[in-house]
């Protein structure tokens, strides 16, 4: 934030240097700053891998990145969805598994705790995170994992 401080004051003196007025710019500069999460968490993982086929866990887990808009910047919630499609329409729940929000900075290795998953099932999941000041992001893009053959019935 002090970094910025002195980056906006350095500009507004440049500008009136050159008779520009710097206040609409000073303004778009620190609101930018402060920015609130505008981008989706990234890099989506399940056990390590980006879209798996094969996990043989019951409970895979889970990570993401958040996206670093701002030093400082740091998640404080989540939520994941979990489904068995790719898309879901505006205000649907997922089919699978709605984690709520769970205040908590950890996105590494969070443990799916939904229902009991299907062998050879694909899933589809999202996540979503809280910063600092409580701002909400949007919904991350869909990645996917595949279950394994979990039992000995499900071998043919």
């Known amino acids: 934030m002090l ?7 350095l500009l507004a003196s440049t500008l009136l240097g050159f008779g520009i007025s710097a206040i609409p710019l000073l303004a778009q500069a620190t609101n930018g700053a402060i920015a609130s999460l505008s981008a989706a968490p990234l890099e989506l993982s399940c056990d390590s891998l980006r879209n798996p086929l094969g996990i043989d866990v019951a409970q895979p887990r889970l ?7 701002a030093r400082g910047t740091h998640q404080t919630a989540y939520r ?7 898309q879901l329409p505006a205000g649907a729940a997922p089919d699978v598994w709605d984690s709520g929000r ?6 590494v290795n969070v443990v799916y705790a939904g229902p009991p998953l299907r062998s ?6 999202r996540v979503q995170v809280w910063d ?11 990645a996917w994992w595949e279950m394994g053959l979990l039992n000995a019935q499900d071998w043919h």
């Open 102 to 107: 769970i205040d908590s900075d950890q996105s």
């Open 132 to 142: 600092q000041n409580g701002v909400e992001s949007p919904m991350s893009e869909a």
């Open 3 to 9: 970094r910025t401080f002195h980056v906006t004051r």
């Open 120 to 125: 050879a099932q694909r899933y589809y999941w």
């Open 63 to 69: 990570s993401w990145r958040m996206p670093a808009l």
């Open 80 to 86: 994941i969805f979990v489904s068995t499609t790719p």
